[in-house]
């Protein structure tokens, strides 16, 4: 029994002194780089808080853009249900000079309503 521990000393022995020196440089280089973590949680902080302000200005617009919608929806609506004799009646269009560039015989004048 005495004789096991004595075979196994010098190899625990020799485990421990590399996990140790192992751990003293990955602690080492950490602890160099930590500045790293505190600057990225400080910049994603950041980028939450101008995130949420954009997110807060476009739903801004959102509604804006759909009261105005609403609103010219409702002038249609309303300039539609006028009678036809209230409503005034659109002015006529030439369409010749289009036709005489393409070199068309016209026939006349053609108006369009």
Known sequence: MWKDVRMQT???????????????KSATAFMENVHHLTQARAAYE????????????LDAGDQALRSLMKQLQEAVNL??????????RPEAIRVEAE???????????????
């Open 99 to 113: 036709s005489k560039a393409n070199g068309e015989s016209t026939g006349g004048d053609k108006a369009v309503a």
């Open 79 to 88: 300039h539609i249900g006028e009678p036809a004799t209230e409503r005034k």
């Open 10 to 24: 010098p190899t625990t022995m020799s485990s421990y002194s590399q996990a140790m020196d192992k751990f003293t």
């Open 46 to 57: 950041e980028a939450m808080q101008a995130s949420t302000a954009m997110r807060a200005s």
